[in-house]
C-alpha cells in the first residue's frame, strides 16, 4: 500500500494522509480529487511519507487529474512564502490554485473540423470554408468564428456540417495563445543598454539584477531586448513581467505585441474568470511564455521560467495590504532563486532596500544614466510658497500659474500633481467647529464635489452632503478644508477658461478601460491639462506633456513612516519624469512650505544618491529595514473590553528573545475602522534574527476569543 500527503488550499499546514490504489501512477506535485467527509475536493501530493494517521482510517484519493504537475521550483516557493509570512501552506497554495475553475474538467465548446464526406455542389464560397479547415495551420475553430474569418454566413458552414464534409469536434474551451515569435525588430541599443541586456540575457542560473535607469532611458527597451534572447535560448521559456499599475499595462502590452507579434497573457484582477482560467492553464502547461501582470501574478504556476521583471521596483502597490500581506518584489526575488532565474528590478528611483543590495554585490547593478535620443530630463524649480503664497482660497501660486500659461500658449500640455481624490480632504462646521467623520471610524469624509457626495476613503462610506450642519443644525454653515484635485480643477478652469481640462484619479476612471480612455485622449493632445493623482504620476508617455507641477510637495512628508522622505523623492522625480519625453524642453515645479528639506535639495540638485545615501544613514542607525527587519502584529476588536483582554493574553505570550525589540502596544494613528477597534505591536529584529520563526513561535502561544482578530504583516509599509 503506498501513502501520500495531500495539501489542500485550505488553512492548513500539513497535507492530510491518503491511500494510493494501485494502478494509479502519481509523482509529488500531481493534483488528485479526494474525498473529504461527504465532499470531493481537490489537492496537491506533497510527499509520500509514512502517515500518522491509522491506517485503516485512510481513504484512497479517486483519481489522478489529468493536469501537469506543481513543478518543485513552485512547491518549494509555496513552502517558503508559508513559513515567511507565517501563514499556512494551504494558504499560500490557495494563492497559486486561483481560479479553481482551472482545475475542473471543461467548459467543452464545439469547434469545427474536415468531415469524413466530400462536399456537394461546390460552390465559390464552400470552397473557401474548406480551403480554410483545411489549411495546414488551421487551428479548430467555432462556427461563428470560422464564420466572421471567412466572410461566409453560419448557414453555409450549417449545410456543410449536415453533408459531412465538416464536423464539429468537442474541444476543450481554452486554447493555446498565439506563439511568440522571434523574428521582430531588434531595437538598436546604444552601448550601455546593450551592455546591460547582455548582462541579463548571458546570466546563467539565479541572478539579481537593479536596472537602474533614469525615465526614458530605455529600460523597457534592454528588458524586451533581452527576453528576445532569453527566448532564442530556450524555446520554452516563460518570462513574468510584474507591473504595479494596470493603468500602465497596455503601453506595455502594445510594445510587446509590436516585437513579438504577439499579446502577451495579461494577468490581474480586473480580468474576468474565463479568461483567468484559460491564462493559468497555459502557464501550467507552459505553453503562455510572456505574461504581463499585477502582483498576484507571482503566484503563477510556472513550468520554466527564466526571467522576472519588476517594473517600477520602488512602487507600492508590489506590497499587499490586506488578506494576505506580501511584497510582490520581495517574493519575486525569492522565487527566482528557487526557479534558478534572472529577476530584474526595474527603476528611475530604486527602493532603499534594491539600492543597498546593489551596492553591497548582492544584486548585480545596471546603469542607464541618460534619457534615450534627444530627450532630456526636465529642469525642476521649487516655488517658496511662504514667498509667493497663492491668492486666498486658492492653491496655485502666481508662479506656477505663469508656467502652465507658458506651455499652453505653445500648444503643449500641462500636468498638475496632487495625491488626493475628491474636492476637500476636510469638512467642517464653521459655525460649531463640527468635523464631518466616518461613523464608527477615525476618518473624516472627503468631499466630492462633482458627485455631491462626502465619501471615506478607508471604508468606501459615503453619504450626500447635507445642507445643514448635523451637530448644530447651522444652515449652509458646512466648510470645505483643503484642495483634492476637483479644487484645483475647478481653479484652473476660472484661470484657463479655454483650456481642455481633465481630472484624473480611480474617481474618474474606474476600469481599465476608461483609464485607457483617458491616456489616449491625453496622447493624442484632446486634453491641455490633466490633473491627477498618483495614478497620472507613473510610467506614461506623453509626447506634448512639458510642464508638471506638483500642487502640494509636502504631502508626502507628514505622518510616522519611516520611508516618508523615499517615497516623496520616488513620486516627485516620477511625476516629473513625465515632462519634455520627446525631445521638448520639459519643466516642473514644486509647491512646498520647506525648500530646505534634504529630498527637495536631492531633487534640484539632480542628486538622487546624496539623498539616499543620508536616508540610508538614518536607517542604519535607527536599525531599520533594511538593516533591520520589522513585523507588525495587529489586534482588531469590535468590543473595546474584548481587545484590551486579547492584549494581556499577547502579553502573556511573548517570549524573551536575544535581538528582538517590541514596540507597543500602541493605537494606530486610525485606531478605529468600521467600529473595529485597533491595538498595534511594531516589533524590529536584527538583521541576523529569523523574525518569522520568532512570530511563528509567539502566535502558537497567544490563544484568542473569536471576537478578536490577529494580523501578522512581516514587514509592513503601512503605518496607518
Ligand atoms: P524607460 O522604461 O526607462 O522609461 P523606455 O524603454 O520606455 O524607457 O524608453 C523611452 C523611449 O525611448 C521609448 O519611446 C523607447 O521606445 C525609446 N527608446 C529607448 N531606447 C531605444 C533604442 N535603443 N532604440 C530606439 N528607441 C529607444
Known amino acids: 500500500m503506498r501513502f501520500a500527503q495531500i495539501q489542500l488550499a485550505m488553512p492548513f499546514n500539513e497535507g492530510f494522509d491518503y491511500s494510493i490504489p494501485d494502478g494509479i501512477d502519481v509523482d509529488v506535485g500531481n493534483f488528485v480529487a479526494i474525498p473529504l467527509g461527504n465532499q470531493t475536493k481537490i489537492g496537491v501530493i506533497w510527499g509520500f511519507d509514512a502517515p500518522e494517521t491509522k491506517i485503516e482510517k485512510i481513504k484512497p484519493i479517486i483519481a489522478k487529474l489529468d493536469i501537469p504537475r506543481l513543478s518543485n521550483e513552485v512547491m518549494q516557493f509555496i513552502d517558503w512564502v508559508s513559513r515567511y509570512l507565517v501563514t499556512y501552506r494551504g494558504s499560500i497554495l490557495g494563492q497559486v490554485l486561483r481560479p479553481y475553475e482551472a482545475l475542473l474538467d471543461g467548459p467543452f465548446i464545439n469547434r469545427i473540423v474536415l468531415g469524413e464526406n466530400s462536399v456537394e455542389k461546390l460552390t465559390q464560397q464552400r470552397q473557401k470554408i474548406i480551403d480554410l479547415v483545411s489549411c495546414p495551420d488551421y487551428a479548430p475553430l467555432t462556427r461563428q468564428e470560422l464564420s466572421a474569418q471567412s466572410q461566409i454566413s453560419t448557414a453555409t458552414i450549417t ?16 486554447l493555446p495563445f498565439d506563439p511568440i515569435k522571434l523574428n521582430g525588430k531588434p531595437a538598436d541599443l546604444n552601448p550601455q543598454q546593450q551592455a546591460a541586456k547582455n548582462a541579463i540575457a548571458k546570466a546563467d542560473g539565479f541572478a539579481p539584477f537593479l536596472l537602474d535607469g533614469v525615465t526614458g532611458s530605455g529600460k523597457t527597451e534592454v528588458y524586451l531586448e533581452a527576453i528576445a534572447d532569453i527566448l532564442a535560448q530556450d524555446e520554452n521559456a516563460q518570462i513574468l513581467i510584474l507591473l504595479p499599475e494596470i493603468s500602465l499595462t497596455q503601453a506595455v502590452i502594445s510594445r510587446i505585441e509590436q516585437r513579438f507579434g504577439a499579446k502577451p497573457v495579461e494577468w490581474h484582477n480586473e480580468i474576468p474568470m474565463p479568461q483567468k482560467r484559460r491564462a493559468w492553464r497555459m502557464i501550467n502547461n507552459g505553453s503562455a511564455q510572456i505574461i504581463i501582470g499585477a502582483r498576484s501574478a507571482i503566484f503563477l504556476p510556472f513550468q520554466n521560467l527564466k526571467l522576472i521583471v519588476v517594473d517600477e521596483e520602488h512602487d507600492t502597490s508590489y506590497k499587499q495590504d490586506d488578506g494576505l500581506r506580501y511584497h510582490a518584489r520581495d517574493l519575486a526575488v525569492v522565487r527566482a532563486k528557487f526557479a534558478g532565474a534572472r529577476v530584474v528590478l526595474a527603476s528611475a528611483t530604486p527602493s532603499l532596500e534594491t539600492r543597498n543590495n546593489a551596492k553591497t554585490n548582492k544584486y548585480n547593478h545596471l546603469l542607464l544614466t541618460n534619457r534615450f535620443g534627444l530627450a532630456v530630463l526636465p529642469n525642476i524649480e521649487l516655488v517658496n510658497l511662504k514667498e509667493y503664497p497663492p491668492p486666498k482660497d486658492k492653491w496655485l501660486s502666481p508662479l506656477m500659474i505663469e508656467a502652465i500659461a507658458d506651455s499652453l500658449s505653445r500648444k503643449e500640455q500641462a500636468l498638475l500633481f496632487l495625491n488626493r481624490r475628491g474636492y476637500a480632504p476636510v469638512v467642517l462646521c464653521k459655525r460649531c467647529g463640527h468635523r464631518m467623520m466616518s461613523p464608527n471610524s477615525a476618518s473624516w469624509l472627503v468631499e466630492h464635489r462633482f458627485s455631491g457626495r462626502l465619501i471615506c476613503h478607508l471604508t468606501g462610506y459615503s453619504i450626500k452632503k447635507p445642507i445643514n ?53 491625453m496622447e493624442k493632445g484632446e486634453i491641455d491639462i490633466i490633473i491627477g493623482t498618483q495614478i497620472v504620476a507613473k510610467g506614461h508617455n506623453f509626447p506634448n506633456l512639458t510642464f508638471v507641477g506638483v500642487v502640494d510637495g509636502d504631502l508626502g512628508l507628514k505622518g510616522g513612516d519611516p520611508r516618508a522622505g523615499e517615497r516623496t523623492y520616488q513620486i516627485l522625480t516620477q511625476v516629473a519624469g513625465r515632462a519634455g519625453r520627446s525631445g521638448l524642453k520639459g519643466k516642473a515645479m514644486i509647491q512646498t512650505f520647506y525648500p530646505e528639506n534634504d529630498a527637495f535639495v536631492a531633487l534640484l540638485n539632480n542628486d538622487r544618491d546624496s539623498f539616499l545615501d543620508i536616508e540610508t544613514q538614518m536607517r542604519a542607525m535607527a536599525g531599520l529595514p533594511p538593516f533591520g527587519r520589522l513585523a507588525s502584529l495587529q489586534l482588531m476588536a469590535k468590543d473595546e473590553a474584548a481587545l484590551s483582554e486579547a492584549k494581556d493574553i499577547v502579553n502573556n505570550a511573548l517570549i524573551n528573545a536575544e535581538g528582538i525589540e517590541i514596540w507597543g502596544p500602541a493605537p494606530p494613528p486610525i485606531a478605529l475602522i468600521r467600529g473595529w477597534h485597533r491595538l498595534r505591536y511594531l516589533v524590529r529584529a536584527e538583521k541576523n534574527v529569523d523574525l518569522s520563526a520568532f512570530i511563528l513561535a509567539w502566535r502558537k502561544r497567544i490563544k484568542l476569543t473569536p471576537k478578536v482578530r490577529l494580523i501578522i504583516d512581516i514587514e509592513p509599509y503601512s503605518f496607518l
Open 159 to 174: 449545410q456543410l456540417l449536415k453533408s459531412g464534409a465538416l464536423k464539429e469536434l468537442k474541444t476543450n474551451a481554452d
Open 469 to 521: 450642519c448635523p451637530e448644530c443644525n447651522g444652515y449652509d454653515t458646512l466648510t470645505s478644508i483643503g484642495p483634492g484635485i476637483e479644487r484645483i480643477a475647478v481653479e484652473a478652469k476660472e484661470l484657463f477658461p479655454n483650456a481642455r481640462i481633465e481630472v484624473f484619479s480611480s474617481d474618474t476612471a474606474n476600469s481599465p478601460t476608461q483609464v485607457r480612455a483617458i491616456i489616449e485622449r
